[in-house]
């Protein structure tokens, strides 16, 4: 019979250099300068400390963060100028929402010009209220229309 030969078990006693950790990878100390450099330029291994500091900042931006501070939604749709969105508000009530340049400019009178326009869509209804949607420089470029048929 064949003898099996015991394994050698061996203990490795070196003093670790200054610097190194118990699993061998090292760290070497960083001035914050050095740290913060070293973030922005992303130069840190996966798996260590300071990676995953990165992505948990990182993370935390993106959940965090409030939509508000974006500013990226604007106040006003840009549609076509044919183009009349409908959403609905209530029973037999609805929102509409259309492009000022398929408003009659020549009217004086923008709830009757809105009315005029929306009487072929909609049928017969009654503007509760509106309001005009502008851009940045104060332009109107639509309305969103609060109506209810009749």
């Given at each position: 019979?064949?003898?099996?030969?015991?394994?050698k078990?061996?203990?490795?006693?070196?003093?670790?250099?200054?610097?190194?950790?118990?699993?061998?990878?090292?760290?070497?100390?960083?001035?914050?300068?050095?740290?913060?450099?070293?973030?922005?330029?992303?130069?840190?291994?996966?798996?260590?400390?300071?990676?995953?500091?990165?992505?948990?900042?990182?993370?935390?931006?993106?959940?965090?963060?409030p939509?508000?501070?974006?500013?990226?939604?604007?106040?006003?749709?840009?549609?076509h100028?044919n183009?009349?969105?409908?959403?609905?508000?209530?029973?037999?009530?609805?929102?509409?929402?259309?492009?000022?340049?398929?408003?009659?400019a020549?009217?004086?009178?923008?709830?009757?010009?809105?009315?005029?326009?929306?009487?072929?869509?909609?049928?017969?209804?009654e503007?509760?209220?509106?309001?005009?949607?502008?851009?940045?420089?104060?332009?109107?470029?639509?309305?969103r229309?609060?109506?209810?048929?009749?």
């Open positions: 019979m064949a003898q099996l030969a015991e394994p078990l061996s203990v490795d006693c070196k003093p670790k250099p200054p610097g190194s950790t118990l699993f061998g990878v090292e760290e070497d100390l960083l001035s914050p300068f050095q740290t913060i450099k070293s973030y922005i330029l992303w130069t840190h291994p996966r798996g260590g400390f300071h990676y995953d500091v990165m992505v948990t900042v990182i993370l935390a931006f993106i959940f965090l963060t939509r508000s501070v974006f500013k990226d939604s604007p106040n006003y749709l840009r549609l100028p183009e009349i969105v409908v959403r609905s508000d209530g029973p037999d009530a609805f929102v509409y929402e259309l492009n000022a340049s398929g408003v009659a020549t009217k004086s009178d923008t709830q009757k010009a809105l009315k005029e326009v929306l009487t072929p869509i909609a049928g017969s209804i503007i509760t209220r509106y309001e005009a949607l502008r851009d940045s420089s104060g332009k109107v470029t639509g309305y229309v609060w109506a209810h048929r009749l």
